[in-house]
Each structure stands twice: as C-alpha cells, then as structure tokens.
C-alpha cells in the first residue's frame, strides 16, 4: 500500500512539473508568473534526484557504503574529518555556489525567461550534477585526489598538464570579469564605492578578532562582522549625502579598477587569517542568508515576468552581448547549469569530509541542483524587471549610445518601451544617479532584488535593498578575487618552481611578491582593457570567462568518461559521454564563431580588422583613435586565447578517446588508479535517507 | 522542540568550525592520548592555514 502511496506522489510531482514546464514553455500571452518558473525548477528537480541520479549512483558509479571514505581512513581530526552530511552539503554547496549562477543567467535573459531557464534546467540535470558527483565518487576512491593528478593518472601526462594550465588561465580570465563587475557597480556610486570600501577593514577586525582576541570563536565574530556590514551600507547611504566624503567615493572606473588591482595584490601576500579567511566566512553568511531571503521573497510575493519568453535577440543582434541563441545561451550560462570549475572542489576538499560514499548522491549532485536554483532565482530577478529597463541597465554605451535620450530611442525602437523619466525615476528610488549602462548584471540583479523585497518587505527602503544587494555581491565577487589570485600565486609558483626551484618556496617573500604581482597583472591587464572599452568589457570577457570554464567541464569529463570505460562500464559511459558530447559541440562552435565570424560583434578578429581599417583611415574620433591600438591587440590576443581553450580541449578529448580506444582493444593502458576496498568502521549516529 | 533547536545550532557550530577544536580534542584523547594536544589558539592558527591552501571558492 505505501508503495502505492509513494509511486502515486511521484506521478503527481512529475504531472505539476510537465503543467509547470508545458505552461512556461507554451505561454505566449502578457506575461506570467514566477512561481510558474520555481514550480518547474523543483519538480524537475526532485525528479532527477529520485530517480535519475538515484540510478545513477547505484547502477553506474556503484557506490558502496560499506566502503571507509579517505576522511574515515586518514582521519586526523582536523582536514581528514568523516563530518555529517548536511554539514558536508553545507560546506560544497558554499564553496562551489559563487557570482557565476546570478551574473550569468542575467546576461542570457537577452534572449528571454525561457531558453535560459531551460537550459538551467536541463544542463544542471543532465549534465552540472553528473559531472560534479561523478567526479567526487572519483576523487573519493582515490584518496581524495584532485582533478589534476586523477588526469594525469588516468588518462596521461597531457591531460593532466591540459588540466592544469586549463585551471590556470580560466582562474585568469574569471577574476578580471568579476572585478569588472565590481568596478561597473561601483563606478560614480558613492553609496556602492564606500559600502564596498568598508568591508575590507570590516573583514580585517573580523580577522583579528578571532585570531587574537577570542581565537577560533568564529561564530561570534562573523555575527559582529554581519551587524556592521548592515551599518555600512547605511553609512553608505549617509556618505552619499555628505558633501565632501561624496566626491572622495565618486570615482571614474579605471581609478576604481586600480584600486581593485592594489587590493588583489594585497590580498594575495597578506596572511589568509587577516583577511581572505575573515572574508570568506562574512560572504558565506550573506550569500546563504540572502538567498533563502530572495526565495522566501519569490515565493510571497509571486512576482509576474515581464520580459517576452523568446525576444528577437536570439537571432544574434542582441545588446548585452552579440551571438545567436546556439550556441552563446550555453557558454553564457555556465554556471547553474554546468561548470568545470566545481570538479576543482568535488575532487580534492569535499572527499575529505566525506563519510561515506552513500553522502555522494545529496552531495555532488544535490548541491548542485540547490546551485542551479540559486541561478533560476537570478533568472526570475532579471526578468521581472521591464525589458526596456533591463536593457537600459545592461547595454553598454557603445551599443546603444551615450546620451540617455539617444540610449531610451533605441531601445524603445527595439520593441522595449522605456523613457528618460522612467530610468531617472527608478535611479533616485536606487539611490543611485544614473543607472545608464551600469553593464555586468550585478545592478540590474541589484534592481531586481531591490523591486522584489521592496514589494515584500516594504517599499520606503529600496535604495538600502539595492546597496544591500551590491554589498552582497560585491564581497563574495571580492572573495572569489582574493581567493582566485592567491591560488593563482601558489600554481604559478609550483610551476616556475620547476625551472628555478628557489621560486617554488612557498614561503619566500621575493617569490610571494614577483608571483603575485605577475598574476594580478594577468587579470589586471584584462580588466583595464574592459575598463577602457567603451563597448563594455563583459560583452568580451564573458563568452571567453564561458568557454574557459565549459573546457574545464570537459576536461573532468572526458576523465570521469575515461574511468567509466576503464571499469568495463562502456555501456553506462553515456552518461558523461552525452553532456561532453554537448559541451564539445556548444564549446568548439562558440570558439568557431569567436575567432572567425565576419560580425564584428562576435567575432574577435573580425572587430581588429573593422577597427585597424578606421583608424588606417583617420574615422575615428581622438578619444577612440588613442586606446584603438591597445583594443586592436587585446581582441587578437582574445582570438588566440579562444584558440588555445579549443585545441587544449581537443587534446583531452583525443587522449580520453586513445585510452579508451585501447582499453577496448586489450592494449596496455594507464592502469585504474582505485584505491582497495577497505571496510567501514565508522558507527553510524545520525539519520540516513 | 528543544531537541530540535539543539540540533540545529550544533549544525550550526560545526558548519562555521566553532566547534573544531572540540572535535579536535575528541580526536586526540581517543587516538592519541599520548601526546599533549595544541591549544586553541594553536590550532586555530593551524586549522585556519590548512583550510586555505588550495583551490576553496568557486565562481
């Protein structure tokens, strides 16, 4: 009988889903609601998780609980720990739920709610949660092993090195076009500058406070810390008023830019304690706490979406960033659907904490389910707003030009009406003097936001929503900065260290300055050119920041497909196959068009020609004509960074194809690097499902 | 009830690692009894140093 029960409740879930799904997807009319959305997103994902990843886990991976995880074998108590597994969930989903999901979905809502929504949907299904659980079962019968050496070992010394490199100059790319977004919602904002200005001090005292004066009493210093992150966006608001201290905060983008390179650096050669671990810990209780707020919000509220299903944008015209709906909705959203960056997490730190291998399913791929919803979340965000206001926001200057009136005529000539009056009227409501071009997704999210907890939170405070809203992505983006560049210092040092050893040394201040120094100025090099460019350095950065980060996916792919095929699993390899078969296409054909389309909008070298020819012949105003050679560089530089990402994801691919190929063939391959089976001894003292 | 909210604020303490230390004394006393544990400062310096070498935060 309870059986019956349970299969009936199912059939109920998978029927609301279908309606949900069949409604977002055949609704044609004025608009429809959000809960619509949410509804679909969490029957198709309680679908997945019962029955698809269920299977998955059982008859694929074939995991075993009566197997002892690393953390139960090498438990030392302090970073081999066998840990509860909600608190396990906790710790991944923290660490591997960042900006991408919220500014990625923003970006593609260009194209409409719905392609993006399914994708989310679909890719975070099919392919995110495959990859990132396969990848943990991996790493976690390999003694916790990283994504790296699981390359090396399984496939050879090329995808191993691929990976590598891979890590490196994705690591490169991100944090350049998140502190693009830092800077574009901070630049001329008092309010935004100095909230975000005051959360490195903030972060500072939070350090000491539990490092000297209550070590280790972490949570009573992250609460003091939350409380006055709340009193400076206050403050924030209190600056923007003053007469002088407003000017101090009221700063041009590249000045901005420079700050956050000095901030970079400093926060690579300063102790992790004094400021990256404070900050870490005051991000992550903003970004859970904000994120169950915007749900709880969502869900009271039950806003109407108000932008078009499909606009006429997917047919690559689009003003956020030029490129039809195949393949550039898949590379934008990475992030919520699928990105190659959690398989760097799902290996190496989470098997740690991990106590048995049954935790693996709520793990890698339930984690990532609760990150795609964060990105269908950001989607429901972008899109409750007018279209016209939303691209008002999105579209850079020089797409849609300089002067508000000209900006207002061309949208509205799009099909998206908006109005001069309507824009300056939502920026005063903001706070804010302009919201023209605010370019990056992280304003117009704010927006979003702001308009979703005024409506149900009370409308007197939208200008401390929307900085609240900054704030908070603004100290995560700073984190994924802080963390990024100092992980970036460590490979390179590890990498030089094998040309000059003296280099390698962790711990020698030359080498911690010069390597430092060399990867902020990675990344600085292409956040000044994003600053510069007028035509807005997102619309650039992020199909690079995408296709980088779905060559990673490939990459932990191809080796979890490898593994499967190795095991004698050649009939359920499909499972990774098939989104690395997708990703493989989505990615070579996005690289294709970047590199050689005659669109000067999506192609890169296409754009080094348009520009050269008008400055060969003296069309191009003085301001343009003196950066048109650091642009002519930077868009071939981009094509030859596009190049690189492809070919180094065709390697792999080709690598992982020869050794299964030979496997098939009874010929010698890499042996399977599994380590042996050793009973669990652990006593279980908390509920399983 | 009460039951309940213990729970969750021991969730709570060992997601933030307030609770690190103690695990970390248990740890010792059941393992090692021999030697003589950190102390908290000690340990913290240590557990915070090893929690942030390597790749911890996504995008």
Same mark, same amino acid.
């Given at each position: 009988m309870n059986h019956y029960i349970k299969n009936s409740l199912w059939l109920l879930v998978a029927l609301l889903g279908a309606a949900?799904?069949?409604?977002?997807?055949?609704?044609?009319?004025?608009?429809?609601?959000?809960?619509?959305?949410?509804?679909?997103?969490?029957?198709?994902?309680?679908?997945?998780?019962?029955?698809?990843?269920?299977?998955?886990?059982?008859?694929?991976?074939?995991?075993?609980?009566?197997?002892?995880?690393?953390?139960?074998?090498?438990?030392?108590?302090?970073d081999f720990?066998?840990?509860n597994k909600w608190v396990v969930f906790g710790h991944h989903f923290a660490a591997i739920a960042g900006p991408g999901p919220l500014v990625g979905p923003t970006l593609a809502a260009q194209f409409g709610y719905l392609p993006g929504t399914l994708w989310l949907l679909i890719?975070?299904?099919?392919?995110?949660?495959?990859?990132?659980?396969?990848?943990?079962? =991996?790493?976690?019968?390999?003694?916790?092993?990283?994504?790296?050496?699981?390359?090396?070992?399984?496939?050879?010394?090329?995808?191993?090195?691929?990976?590598?490199?891979?890590?490196?100059?994705?690591?490169?790319?991100?944090?350049?076009?998140?502190?693009?977004?830092?800077?574009?919602?901070?630049?001329?904002?008092?309010?935004?500058?100095?909230t975000v200005a005051a959360t490195i001090p903030i972060a500072m005292l939070v350090g000491l406070y539990m490092r000297n004066f209550r070590p280790g009493q972490v949570l009573e210093?992250?609460?003091?810390?939350?409380?006055?992150?709340?009193?400076?966006?206050?403050? $924030?608001?209190?600056?923007?008023?003053?007469?002088?201290?407003?000017?101090?905060?009221?700063?041009?983008?590249l000045i901005l830019?420079?700050?956050?390179?000095?901030?970079?650096?400093?926060?690579?050669?300063?102790?992790?304690?004094?400021?990256?671990?404070?900050?870490?810990?005051?991000?992550?209780?903003?970004?859970?706490?904000?994120?169950?707020?915007?749900?709880?919000?969502?869900?009271?509220?039950?806003?109407?979406?108000?932008?078009?299903?499909?606009?006429?944008?997917?047919?690559?015209? $689009?003003?956020?960033?030029?490129?039809?709906? =195949?393949?550039?909705?898949?590379?934008?959203?990475?992030?919520?659907?699928?990105?190659?960056f959690h398989a760097l997490i799902a290996s190496g730190t989470t098997p740690k904490l991990l106590a048995n291998e049954r935790d693996i399913r709520l793990i890698g791929y339930g984690a990532m389910l609760l990150e795609s919803f964060v990105a269908v979340m950001a989607m429901v965000a972008a899109t409750v707003l007018d279209p016209g206001v939303f691209f008002a926001i999105n579209s850079s200057a020089g797409t849609v030009g300089k002067e508000a009136a000209q900006a207002v005529a061309t949208i509205s000539g799009w099909g998206f009406p908006v109005s001069t009056a309507q824009m300056d009227a939502l920026a005063k409501?903001?706070?804010?003097?302009?919201?023209?071009?605010?370019?990056?997704?992280?304003?117009?999210?704010?927006?979003?936001?702001?308009?979703?907890?005024?409506?149900?939170?009370?409308?007197?405070?939208?200008?401390?929503?929307?900085? =609240?809203?900054?704030?908070?992505e603004a100290i995560f983006i700073l984190t994924t900065l802080d963390a990024g560049t100092r992980v970036g210092r460590f490979m390179l040092q590890d990498m030089l260290g094998n040309i000059w050893p003296k280099i390698g040394q962790t711990s020698w201040m030359p080498s911690v300055i010069f390597t430092s120094a060399l990867v902020v100025a990675g990344w600085g090099y292409f956040l000044y050119i994003g600053v510069i460019d007028p035509n807005g350095g997102v619309a650039i950065l992020w199909p690079l920041f995408g296709i980088a980060n779905q060559m990673l996916a490939a990459i932990a792919l191809s080796v979890a497909t490898g593994i499967l095929v190795k095991s004698g699993k050649l009939k359920q390899a499909w499972v990774t196959a098939l989104p690395l078969m997708w990703l493989t296409i989505v990615t070579s054909s996005a690289a294709w068009e970047k590199i050689t389309s005659s669109d000067i909008r999506v192609g890169f070298l296409a754009a080094a020609n348009d520009m050269a020819t008008k400055l060969a012949a003296g069309v191009l105003p003085p301001d343009k004509a003196a950066i048109a050679p650091q642009l002519i560089f930077n868009q071939q530089l981009d094509a030859g960074l596009t190049l690189f990402f492809v070919v180094t994801l065709w390697i792999v691919i080709f690598?992982?194809?020869?050794?299964?190929?030979?496997?098939?063939?009874?010929?010698?391959?890499?042996?399977?690097?599994?380590?042996?089976?050793?009973?669990?001894?652990?006593?279980?003292n908390w509920v399983r499902d | 009830m009460l039951a309940k909210i213990k729970a969750f604020w021991r969730a709570i303490r060992q997601l933030s690692g307030a609770d690190a230390y103690e695990r970390?004394?248990?740890?010792?006393?059941?393992?090692?009894?021999?030697?003589?544990?950190?102390?908290?400062?000690?340990?913290?310096?240590?557990?915070?140093d090893e929690k942030w070498a390597g790749i911890k935060r996504c995008c």
């Amino acid at each position: 009988m309870n059986h019956y029960i349970k299969n009936s409740l199912w059939l109920l879930v998978a029927l609301l889903g279908a309606a949900a799904l069949g409604g977002i997807a055949l609704n044609r009319g004025e608009s429809i609601n959000a809960l619509w959305l949410i509804t679909a997103a969490i029957c198709v994902y309680a679908l997945a998780y019962r029955f698809y990843a269920a299977w998955i886990a059982a008859k694929v991976l074939m995991v075993d609980a009566t197997r002892a995880t690393p953390a139960e074998l090498k438990n030392n108590g302090r970073d081999f720990v066998p840990t509860n597994k909600w608190v396990v969930f906790g710790h991944h989903f923290a660490a591997i739920a960042g900006p991408g999901p919220l500014v990625g979905p923003t970006l593609a809502a260009q194209f409409g709610y719905l392609p993006g929504t399914l994708w989310l949907l679909i890719g975070a299904v099919l392919g995110g949660c495959v990859q990132d659980m396969a990848i943990l079962f =991996f790493s976690t019968r390999r003694n916790a092993k990283s994504l790296g050496q699981m390359a090396r070992d399984e496939l050879g010394a090329i995808g191993g090195n691929a990976a590598l490199i891979g890590t490196f100059v994705i690591m490169i790319i991100l944090i350049a076009v998140l502190g693009l977004v830092v800077v574009n919602a901070m630049k001329h904002s008092p309010w935004a500058t100095s909230t975000v200005a005051a959360t490195i001090p903030i972060a500072m005292l939070v350090g000491l406070y539990m490092r000297n004066f209550r070590p280790g009493q972490v949570l009573e210093a992250s609460a003091l810390g939350v409380i006055l992150l709340l009193l400076a966006v206050v403050g $924030g608001g209190w600056i923007d008023h003053h007469a002088s201290l407003r000017d101090f905060f009221d700063q041009e983008g590249l000045i901005l830019a420079w700050g956050v390179m000095i901030y970079g650096f400093a926060a690579a050669i300063l102790p992790v304690w004094l400021l990256l671990a404070p900050r870490d810990y005051l991000s992550t209780y903003m970004k859970i706490g904000t994120i169950v707020l915007l749900a709880v919000a969502i869900i009271l509220l039950q806003p109407s979406i108000k932008m078009p299903a499909i606009t006429p944008f997917i047919d690559g015209t $689009g003003p956020i960033f030029g490129g039809k709906l =195949f393949p550039f909705l898949f590379i934008t959203i990475a992030c919520g659907a699928i990105s190659g960056f959690h398989a760097l997490i799902a290996s190496g730190t989470t098997p740690k904490l991990l106590a048995n291998e049954r935790d693996i399913r709520l793990i890698g791929y339930g984690a990532m389910l609760l990150e795609s919803f964060v990105a269908v979340m950001a989607m429901v965000a972008a899109t409750v707003l007018d279209p016209g206001v939303f691209f008002a926001i999105n579209s850079s200057a020089g797409t849609v030009g300089k002067e508000a009136a000209q900006a207002v005529a061309t949208i509205s000539g799009w099909g998206f009406p908006v109005s001069t009056a309507q824009m300056d009227a939502l920026a005063k409501d903001m706070g804010e003097a302009t919201l023209f071009a605010r370019t990056g997704g992280a304003p117009s999210l704010a927006v979003g936001m702001a308009s979703i907890f005024g409506s149900a939170f009370g409308k007197g405070m939208l200008a401390l929503w929307y900085h =609240f809203a900054i704030m908070f992505e603004a100290i995560f983006i700073l984190t994924t900065l802080d963390a990024g560049t100092r992980v970036g210092r460590f490979m390179l040092q590890d990498m030089l260290g094998n040309i000059w050893p003296k280099i390698g040394q962790t711990s020698w201040m030359p080498s911690v300055i010069f390597t430092s120094a060399l990867v902020v100025a990675g990344w600085g090099y292409f956040l000044y050119i994003g600053v510069i460019d007028p035509n807005g350095g997102v619309a650039i950065l992020w199909p690079l920041f995408g296709i980088a980060n779905q060559m990673l996916a490939a990459i932990a792919l191809s080796v979890a497909t490898g593994i499967l095929v190795k095991s004698g699993k050649l009939k359920q390899a499909w499972v990774t196959a098939l989104p690395l078969m997708w990703l493989t296409i989505v990615t070579s054909s996005a690289a294709w068009e970047k590199i050689t389309s005659s669109d000067i909008r999506v192609g890169f070298l296409a754009a080094a020609n348009d520009m050269a020819t008008k400055l060969a012949a003296g069309v191009l105003p003085p301001d343009k004509a003196a950066i048109a050679p650091q642009l002519i560089f930077n868009q071939q530089l981009d094509a030859g960074l596009t190049l690189f990402f492809v070919v180094t994801l065709w390697i792999v691919i080709f690598d992982m194809l020869r050794v299964c190929s030979r496997h098939l063939a009874g010929k010698a391959v890499p042996p399977i690097t599994e380590s042996p089976h050793v009973p669990s001894r652990l006593v279980e003292n908390w509920v399983r499902d | 009830m009460l039951a309940k909210i213990k729970a969750f604020w021991r969730a709570i303490r060992q997601l933030s690692g307030a609770d690190a230390y103690e695990r970390y004394l248990l740890h010792q006393v059941k393992h090692h009894p021999d030697k003589t544990p950190l102390t908290k400062a000690e340990f913290f310096k240590q557990w915070q140093d090893e929690k942030w070498a390597g790749i911890k935060r996504c995008c």
